[in-house]
């Protein structure tokens, strides 16, 4: 098992599944979530939309699976991070559902390799060292009990969060 860091765009990652911080709407938005859509291409939201009709919106912390339209992964697995409000145990927990419910669902479709974002960093307002904090122990955690993850990578977009990842992977 292998934890990788780069610095750059989510959606040009060759990986078996990238994760999406999508809202619950499942219908694209702004951020890394648009930026999915749109180089992913119509299958995506076609997909998400069946995926409502079905079950309605996805709620926080839990995760769906669509095809990778053109991207060069195979999946999107779109998780709903939480909204920082009050910065209290519960939305923490949340933003750890997000990441072990992507793990989960990664697994059970025989994902291999895996990329994450930084999940709810971004107009969803989670301070970065914390939601950094969060994602890393998720992933260690899950990581340690189940072995049939070989490479999660963590895309950073910019160099802030790049940086607070890069000292807390050289932690250990």
């Known amino acids: 098992?292998?934890?990788?860091?780069?610095?750059?765009?989510?959606?040009?990652?060759?990986?078996?599944?990238?994760?999406?911080?999508?809202?619950?709407?499942?219908?694209?938005?702004g951020g890394v979530d648009g930026a999915i859509h749109r180089a992913g291409g119509p299958a995506i939201l076609?997909?998400?939309?069946?995926?409502?009709?079905?079950?309605?919106?996805?709620?926080?912390?839990?995760?769906v699976i669509t095809t990778a339209g053109k991207l060069p992964a195979k999946y999107v697995i779109h998780t709903v991070g939480p909204v920082w409000n009050k910065?209290?145990?519960?939305?923490?927990?949340?933003?750890?559902?997000?990441y072990i419910n992507s793990l989960l669902l990664a697994v059970k479709h025989?994902?291999?390799t895996i990329a994450f974002p930084n999940i709810s960093?971004?107009?969803?307002?989670?301070p970065k060292p914390?939601?950094?904090?969060?994602?890393?122990?998720?992933?260690?955690?899950?990581?340690?009990?189940?072995?049939?993850?070989?490479?999660?990578?963590f895309v950073c977009h910019e160099k802030e969060n790049y940086d607070i990842y890069s000292e807390l992977?050289?932690?250990n």
Request: with cysteine; glycine share 8%.
């Open 1 to 29: 098992m292998k934890i990788t860091l780069i610095q750059g765009d989510i959606t040009q990652i060759k990986v078996d599944a990238i994760v999406n911080a999508a809202n619950s709407s499942l219908l694209g938005g």
């Open 46 to 63: 076609e997909e998400c939309r069946r995926i409502r009709d079905r079950q309605g919106r996805c709620a926080t912390g839990e995760a």
């Open 87 to 98: 910065g209290n145990d519960e939305e923490k927990r949340l933003l750890r559902n997000a």
């Open 110 to 112: 025989g994902v291999e």
């Open 121 to 126: 960093t971004g107009v969803y307002h989670f």
């Open 130 to 153: 914390i939601a950094a904090e969060i994602a890393v122990a998720a992933v260690k955690e899950f990581l340690a009990q189940d072995n049939r993850i070989t490479n999660l990578v």
């Open 169 to 171: 992977l050289s932690r």
